[in-house]
């Protein structure tokens, strides 16, 4: 006779706020077999918190793919498994995509129990468009394919949404001041459902000016909201770019940047690089 293969389960868990677990999720961690976890200790703790002892299985970027194929087996042989990251949602900027997709092409059931998500959460607080949005997860580290990135989403007319860390928060605003302007309407989630949540709100610069001037606002974890151009600002950039090139034939790429950009408004960053 056959077992019935079991179910991989992708829990949601808190991003801050313990009271956020679902009764649901607590149901799920309780029934499973195991839980693959993204670091074992912190997952240890949170269960622990809930008074589960469950046997904890690490998955993570670096063993995923190594494995993905052994919880895949396990879940054909009959064992139900949950999967849980860090905080909020599994998938979202966290691990778990190879597993999901390798138990989906064996067949086996994958089934959500949704919860915590900073991008939604920060979403809706932000008072920004929401009906459409473009969830850009981290930018690049390296300050150059940063405002690469950066420059490249300065006609998107989507809300743009970036996760972000202590270490970078500052030169991301910087960044985005650069390639947006700083007229452009931005929100700034910090420490959601924690002791010091804070929203900010404003135009990109500033908020700049807001986190250069308190060390306080620089720590945590942070969403990071800025509208989408509206049609406005993708008709200044495209003039903007049209005048750099014009003037990029007679005059060196950063005079000609700094000029178009005085000419049409556009953000200088958007017309060149450098
Ligand atoms: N899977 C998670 C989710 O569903 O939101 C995101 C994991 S990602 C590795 C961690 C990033 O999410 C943080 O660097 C921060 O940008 C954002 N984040 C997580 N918790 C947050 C919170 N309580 N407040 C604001 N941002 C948060």
Do not use: W
Not at 230 to 255: H, M, N, W
Request: proline share 5%.
């Amino acid at each position: 006779m056959q077992t019935a293969a079991g179910t991989l389960h992708v829990v949601a868990t808190p991003i801050g706020n313990l009271a956020d677990l679902s009764p649901r999720a607590l149901e799920t961690l309780r029934a499973v077999a195991a839980v693959c976890a993204e670091d074992t200790r912190h997952t240890r703790q949170l269960l622990a918190h809930f008074g589960i002892e469950k046997p904890l299985l690490a998955l993570h970027e670096h063993n995923e793919a190594d494995v993905a194929e052994k919880l895949v087996a396990r879940l054909a042989a009959g064992d139900s498994l949950a999967l849980v990251s860090d905080a909020g949602t599994p998938l979202v900027s966290d691990p778990g995509y190879r597993l999901v997709r390798a138990a989906r092409e064996a067949g086996i059931r994958v089934s959500p129990v949704p919860g915590p998500s900073a991008i939604i959460a920060a979403l809706s607080v932000a008072g920004l468009p929401s009906d459409r949005f473009a969830f850009e997860g981290f930018l690049p580290a390296k300050a150059g394919a940063r405002r690469e990135r950066l420059v490249a989403l300065a006609g998107e007319a989507r809300t743009l949404v970036f996760y972000e860390s202590s270490h970078r928060i500052g030169d991301t605003l910087a960044d985005c001041v650069e390639a947006f302007g700083g007229d452009r309407p931005a929100v700034l989630a910090r420490e959601l459902t924690k002791l010091f949540e804070t929203v900010l709100d404003g135009d990109l610069a500033a908020l700049q000016a807001r986190v250069e001037a308190d060390p306080n606002q620089r720590k945590g974890e942070f969403v990071l909201l800025v509208q989408g151009a509206g049609e406005d600002a993708d008709a200044r950039i495209a003039e903007g770019r049209r005048v750099y090139a014009l003037l990029a034939a007679e005059l060196k790429p950063s005079v000609a940047a700094k000029l178009a950009a005085e000419i049409t408004g556009a953000p200088r960053k958007a017309l060149y690089g450098g």
